[in-house]
């Protein structure tokens, strides 16, 4: 199809432009399509001697016990609902910060703003499960000391299902929304402000301007990184969950995401085969949803579409 | 065009690829990479130290270092001991070790990524809890011989019981060398006398009496709370109240029961027969819960019972005699007034001492030098010097020995605690000391449970786990989700029905299937 010399022209034609482009095809060799091969271990029952190829097949056991316990689907479906409305709660806060930041007035507003809302983001989740636990817990919590206080009485927040997904919702957006609302800031900042002083002179509210203006020019951004998060919508975020969740029987149906209930079951066993198929699983998943959401959007407006 | 750029980098993938299989497998032929010969005049050492007159030593003209891998987080001063150790090693088996330490924080991730990462090391503790027999079957240890053994570590062969050797084996083969000593879990409660003394209580003979002492905590001590229960010792009252107290024993470790008097070793099977004993238990502890004897926070408390109880916060906690004797030796010198008890709770029933594989060493099979290995081993199993050096510390820096044999600790042992550092696998009982200044009644528990010991063969269960793993995963799921709050008495609605779910969730989870697997290795093992 394509005779040699073809590529030997291509070549020196963008020698450059292949020099600039070889470290990210490095990384991802290296590091994503290398591990690839690791894959092989979801069939097997895992050797110390034998090594990665050389242990012998264990067809599909290593997938039981994920369905064994019956938990796979409460699991796949509780992993899914908390993304989703981690993907929307933050997409609505992380727009409206950006948008606010953008407009709002003063440079030391926007700078306090800015500030205060990514310092969370540089917290690690450990810090965060702790201070979680100093407010909801039951004897010393803040949260209940205040209501006792107010004369009505403690609530067991860590014996009761009800309240975990609004406080896991919650935290999980004070932690992000200062950090990726940073990228849509960028976007607002980089509209071409001739067309707001135009939509101004004319006599459009802010709110005209920017229903009209910022966010009709934001929509191919919000479509790429609303794509790319759908494609993680099976991978629970395993820190958000471990740390401030741990291992309280007591909440698991309600906050058990895939990755969780992984850690807990092979913790002991340690099994590489069992683990590996759990990934396997969770990358098939999102490979597919990726495929099909890309298709979707691909189909309605081909300008949106990731590739 | 577009076509070309696309394969581009599929072609120097490809290459890269290539590259890398090759240099890997380049990189396995130097396995035998020699370290220089140290002509120096360690050589006839060996022999020196008094150890060993063999007639035909082994060969340890190359001078190696041994890497040898422990768990648990050191001791401040473990460099200094170990530096100490290597000078004397240097001359017997012209060798040098270096210890690595995984701490208990996050050793089991660690533990097995070892092996399968091909790390070098040498040496490496294995236990039963440390699912030694799973990794031995999947080839993670060197295969000692009976001829390695007493060519290279003859004193171990000569002089430690059959019955030792034995438990380190798995379907005949030789994988660790187990600890040197009858050591028996004596698991109890740790409460305050101040306490019992002021509301009168005598002793704490049953968990009745313990939860007397509960009650009056609780009523009378405003800002304490009874009992954290969080951890390991909510474990402690299902493993005494529940196997204990009513000779039941797990074979393997596997939440499987079987009655120690019954010789055939059937499994007592919770899915066909509920088992009123544990929803008595359960009740109990949903009692407690709801009195306010147990914190409302004992499933995601971040505080362990032992630290709540040095801080003052709570009044009791359940632990082994051992721990118990440290805690007696940190509140003595902080809060001498307090005046910690501990009360075993199993004080009439037969009792099984713990398999010598509780804690043992293992070789790496991808180790360069698995005789000199086996030869520090020996060393450390039977010689005096390097037994209670790793153990207890430098001898009159650390600690010394009273007038009548036990061990003194003096005001450096803050810097290597005895038994801290992590030298469980070869424990050594001849060498072993016993505190001379702990809880008053440590040497009558010790005596008494010793006096009940049996022994049985299922001691030595080394399950084989390859068929029922999905289970087992399962299970563990089961266990953390339904049984764990039950322990604790978190319930919604009543006792039974909570219990009926966890045992239909441990059908689901294939209970049955597991009990039949294990019980045909169970008859295997007592040749049924």
Redesign the interface.
């Known amino acids: 199809m394509h005779s040699k010399s073809s590529l030997i022209r291509e070549w020196t034609k963008n020698k450059v432009l292949f020099l600039m482009v070889l470290p990210a095809v490095l990384y991802y060799f290296l590091f994503s399509y290398l591990p690839l091969a690791g894959m092989v271990l979801a069939f097997k029952s895992y050797r110390f001697d034998s090594g990665i190829f050389g242990s012998p097949w264990a067809g599909l056991r290593n997938f039981e016990f994920f369905f064994k316990s019956g938990k796979a689907w409460l699991i796949t479906s509780n992993t899914v609902v908390y993304n989703v409305a981690f993907i929307v709660s933050g997409l609505i806060l992380q727009l409206l910060v950006a948008i606010v930041v953008a407009e709002a007035a003063g440079r030391y507003v926007k700078k306090f703003m800015q500030t205060t809302l990514l310092f969370p983001f540089f917290l690690s989740w450990v810090v965060v499960g702790s201070f979680v636990y100093n407010l909801f817990n039951y004897d010393f919590g803040s949260i209940n000391g205040m209501l006792k206080y107010f004369g009505i009485g403690s609530v067991d927040f860590y014996g009761n299902t009800d309240y975990w997904e609004y406080i896991l919702v919650f935290f999980n957006n004070w932690k992000y929304i200062g950090y990726n609302s940073l990228i849509y800031l960028a976007v607002i900042v980089s509209i071409d402000r001739s067309l707001f002083e135009a939509a101004e002179i004319d006599g459009a509210s802010i709110f005209q301007r920017i229903r009209t203006i910022t966010l009709p020019l934001m929509i191919p951004t919000i479509m790429i990184l609303l794509l790319l998060s759908i494609g993680n919508i099976f991978r629970g975020n395993f820190d958000l969950f471990y740390q401030i969740i741990g291992n309280n029987g007591l909440l698991f149906d309600a906050t058990d995401v895939i990755d969780t209930y992984v850690f807990r079951s092979l913790i002991h066993s340690q099994d590489i085969g069992m683990s590996a198929a759990a990934g396997l699983y969770q990358s098939a998943l999102c490979f597919a949803i990726i495929m099909l959401s890309n298709f979707i959007v691909k189909k309605i407006q081909p300008d949106y579409s990731l590739f | 065009?577009k076509?070309?750029?696309k394969?581009?980098?599929l072609l120097?993938?490809l290459a890269?690829?290539v590259s890398?299989i090759s240099a890997c497998s380049g990189g396995n032929n130097d396995g035998s990479e020699s370290q220089p010969a140290s002509p120096d005049a360690s050589l006839p050492a060996a022999v020196q130290s008094g150890e060993s007159a063999k007639p035909t030593g082994p060969d340890t003209s190359e001078e190696v270092k041994l890497k040898m891998v422990l768990i648990g987080d050191g001791a401040p001063d473990a460099k200094a001991v170990y530096d100490e150790l290597n000078k004397k090693l240097k001359q017997d088996i012209n060798a040098t070790v270096d210890v690595q330490f995984l701490s208990w924080a996050d050793w089991?991730?660690k533990?097995?990524l070892l092996?399968?990462t091909g790390d070098d090391f040498d040496l490496i503790i294995t236990a039963t809890w440390a699912?030694f027999a799973?990794?031995a079957r999947?080839?993670?240890f060197y295969e000692i011989t009976p001829d390695v053994l007493q060519k290279y570590a003859p004193r171990t062969h000569s002089d430690n019981l059959p019955e030792v050797l034995e438990a380190g084996k798995v379907e005949g083969k030789q994988y660790a060398l187990p600890m040197n000593y009858h050591e028996i879990t004596i698991n109890g409660y740790v409460v305050r006398g101040d306490l019992m003394d002021k509301y009168g209580i005598a002793s704490i003979d049953s968990i009745d009496d313990f939860e007397k002492y509960l009650d009056a905590v609780v009523k009378n001590e405003k800002g304490m709370?009874p009992w954290e229960g969080t951890n390991y010792d909510n474990w402690i009252i299902a493993k005494t109240q529940l196997e204990e107290l009513r000779e039941q024993y797990q074979p393997g470790n596997l939440g499987l029961r079987v009655d120690l008097n019954d010789p055939g070793a059937k499994i007592i099977d919770d899915i066909a027969n509920p088992d009123q004993g544990a929803i008595d238990l359960y009740k109990r502890m949903a009692d407690w819960n709801k009195k306010g004897y147990i914190?409302?926070?004992a499933?995601?408390n971040?505080v362990t019972s032992k630290d709540s109880f040095l801080s003052g916060k709570s009044a009791a906690f359940l632990t082994n005699l051992l721990e118990a004797n440290a805690t007696y030796q940190t509140v003595k010198a902080n809060h001498p007034e307090w005046d910690v008890r501990f009360y075993p709770a199993n004080t009439t029933k037969k009792v099984v001492a713990n398999s010598f594989m509780a804690n043992a060493m293992a070789i790496n099979?991808k180790s360069k030098n698995p005789e000199r290995a086996l030869m520090l081993l020996d060393l450390l199993r039977n010689d005096e010097w390097y037994n209670q050096t790793t153990t207890f510390g430098l001898k009159g820096k650390h600690w010394d020995v009273s007038a009548d044999g036990k061990l003194v600790l003096l005001p450096a042992s803050q810097g290597y605690p005895p038994d801290a550092a992590c030298p469980w696998g070869w424990r050594n009982e001849k060498y072993y000391l016993s505190p001379s200044d702990g809880l008053s009644n440590y040497d009558a528990v010790q005596t008494s449970y010793r006096g009940r010991a049996i022994n049985t063969k299922l001691n030595n269960f080394a399950p084989n786990?390859?068929n029922t793993?999905?289970?087992?995963?399962?299970l563990?799921?089961?266990e953390?989700?339904?049984e764990?709050?039950l322990r604790l008495g978190?319930v919604k609605g009543d006792v039974e029905s909570s219990y009926k779910t966890m045992i239909d969730?441990k059908k689901?989870?294939?209970q049955e299937k597991l009990i039949e697997d294990i019980q045909q290795q169970l008859n295997t093992l007592l040749g049924q």
């Open positions: 065009m076509k070309v750029r394969k581009f980098p120097l993938a890269l690829f890398i089991s991730q533990y097995q092996f399968s699912q799973d990794n999947k080839g993670a709370v914190s409302k926070n499933l995601v971040k099979p786990l390859e793993k999905s289970q087992q995963a399962a563990k799921d089961v953390n989700q339904y764990l709050p978190f969730k689901a989870a294939g």
